[in-house]
């Protein structure tokens, strides 16, 4: 596997899940995430009015991720740049991610998304392996979503068996003007919707430790650069 560049971005690592049980949710913003990989890019009110939509709502914390496109078929930055969380994933379990999310149409409506050591696919933007492909649901307004699994023959929602240890959260272009606020991870599969990173959880994800990420073929964009422009 060729890897031409590498990283140094923040890790979060996620609070202790408390003895009595309770339930583990870590909530991360998208715009501070470990690693923003170009064409993808943090957007604020207003851009999306720019590419000829319907406009945003206020996300959270004031800002998203995207790869900025109008949405229509076939943009020349479909299937190119990502968005990677590393978190520190307290136990072996089960968990399961939601999005907080804009989909404008049927031509800005989906990601591919993979987490490692669960998954096996590096790119799937490469591979166009529809078992990692998110069918996003539309809304012009921000909402939560659980990531699924859009297959050709129906979509399901996805759950990963995931060691305690580090995992790396990467969510792909695969559609522009497909808009990401924040993800959500929980060991609960009964949870209804995610909740929003609080500013205690946008401080530890700020204050985490240096960890690598090394992107499949493509030089990377991480947000200390980002907040140093």
Same mark, same amino acid.
Do not use: C
């Given at each position: 596997?060729?890897?031409i *560049?590498?990283?140094? +971005?923040?890790?979060?690592? *996620?609070?202790? +899940?408390?003895?009595?049980?309770?339930?583990?949710?870590l909530?991360?913003?998208?715009?501070l995430? $470990?690693?923003?990989?170009?064409?993808?890019?943090?957007?604020? @009110?207003g851009?999306?009015?720019?590419?000829g939509g319907p406009?945003?709502?206020?996300?959270? $914390?004031g800002?998203?991720v995207?790869?900025?496109?109008? @949405?229509?078929?076939?943009?020349?930055?479909?299937?190119?740049?990502?968005v990677?969380?590393?978190v520190?994933?307290?136990?072996d379990? #089960?968990?399961?991610?939601?999005?907080?999310?804009?989909?404008?149409?049927?031509?800005?409506?989906?990601?591919?998304?993979?987490v490692?050591?669960?998954d096996?696919?590096?790119? @799937?933007?490469?591979?166009?392996? #529809?078992?990692?492909?998110?069918?996003?649901?539309?809304?012009?307004?921000w909402?939560?979503?659980? +990531? $699924?699994?859009?297959?050709?023959?129906?979509?399901?929602?996805?759950e990963w068996?995931?060691p305690?240890?580090?995992?790396?959260v990467?969510?792909?272009?695969?559609?522009a003007?497909t808009? &990401?606020?924040?993800?959500?991870?929980?060991?609960?599969?009964?949870?209804?919707?995610g909740? &929003?990173?609080t500013?205690?959880?946008?401080?530890?994800?700020?204050?985490?430790?240096?960890?690598? +990420?090394?992107?499949?073929?493509?030089?990377?964009?991480?947000?200390?650069? &980002?907040?140093?422009?």
């Open positions: 596997m060729d890897r *560049a590498k990283a140094f +971005v923040w890790a979060v690592v *996620a609070a202790g +899940v408390a003895s009595n049980g309770a339930a583990f949710e909530a991360l913003e998208a715009e995430a $470990n690693e923003i990989a170009a064409p993808m890019v943090i957007g604020v @009110p851009d999306g009015a720019d590419q406009g945003v709502n206020e996300p959270s $914390n800002a998203w995207w790869a900025p496109g109008p @949405p229509v078929l076939g943009d020349a930055i479909d299937h190119k740049g990502h990677s969380f590393v520190e994933i307290p136990k379990d #089960t968990y399961y991610i939601w999005g907080s999310v804009i989909a404008w149409d049927g031509n800005s409506d989906s990601y591919w998304v993979t490692t050591p669960a096996d696919d590096p790119n @799937p933007q490469a591979s166009q392996d #529809t078992f990692y492909r998110w069918g996003v649901q539309q809304g012009p307004a909402h939560w979503d659980r +990531v $699924n699994q859009w297959l050709n023959a129906g979509t399901f929602d996805r068996e995931l305690a240890g580090e995992a790396v990467t969510v792909w272009t695969r559609e003007a808009m &990401l606020d924040a993800i959500w991870i929980t060991d609960s599969e009964g949870a209804g919707q909740e &929003l990173p500013d205690a959880d946008r401080e530890a994800q700020l204050k985490g430790g240096p960890k690598p +990420v090394e992107p499949e073929g493509k030089v990377a964009t991480t947000w200390a650069g &980002l907040k140093a422009r």
